[in-house]
């Protein structure tokens, strides 16, 4: 099976689950003892990988878009901390680089319902 550039391959897909999981249940757990992200309850809804696996990008929500800016500041600044969290729970051969970006698909998601059910569209849709 031949992958194209924007295609991740099935390694990419299980190391960024797995990447996933694993801070998913640091943040769930309160593990980071980073008072701004354990107070926080934080998505982490996708992970996707470079295809070297040293990168990560981690795309992460915290519950209702709540304090976006001090979490996503704390996230990155403490990045090699939690990468090593990380490391106690799943091992890799490569430890990925760890880069947080703020998950606006829900935002997105929602403008999207709101103009398919505004007036102005509704005629067009019957």
């Known amino acids: 099976m031949e992958h194209t550039a924007h295609m991740p391959s099935q390694r990419q897909l299980r190391v960024g689950e797995a990447v996933r999981g694993a801070l998913a249940m640091i943040f769930a757990h309160r593990e980071t003892h980073v008072?701004?992200?354990?107070s926080a309850s934080i998505t982490v809804s996708e992970v996707r990988i470079s295809p070297d696996l040293?990168?990560?990008t981690v795309f992460v929500m915290p519950l209702a878009g709540s304090g976006k800016e001090e979490v996503m500041a704390a996230l990155k600044e403490y990045a090699g901390h939690i990468r090593r969290l990380m490391n106690e729970k799943i091992v890799l051969r490569y430890s990925p680089k760890l880069y947080f970006k703020l998950d606006t698909s829900f935002e997105t998601a929602s403008?999207?319902?709101?103009?398919l059910n505004s007036e102005k569209v509704k005629p067009d849709l019957g």
Do not use: G, Q, Y
Request: positive net charge; hydrophobic residues 40%.
């Open 35 to 38: 008072p701004v992200l354990d």
């Open 54 to 56: 040293k990168n990560a």
């Open 111 to 115: 403008r999207i319902n709101t103009l």
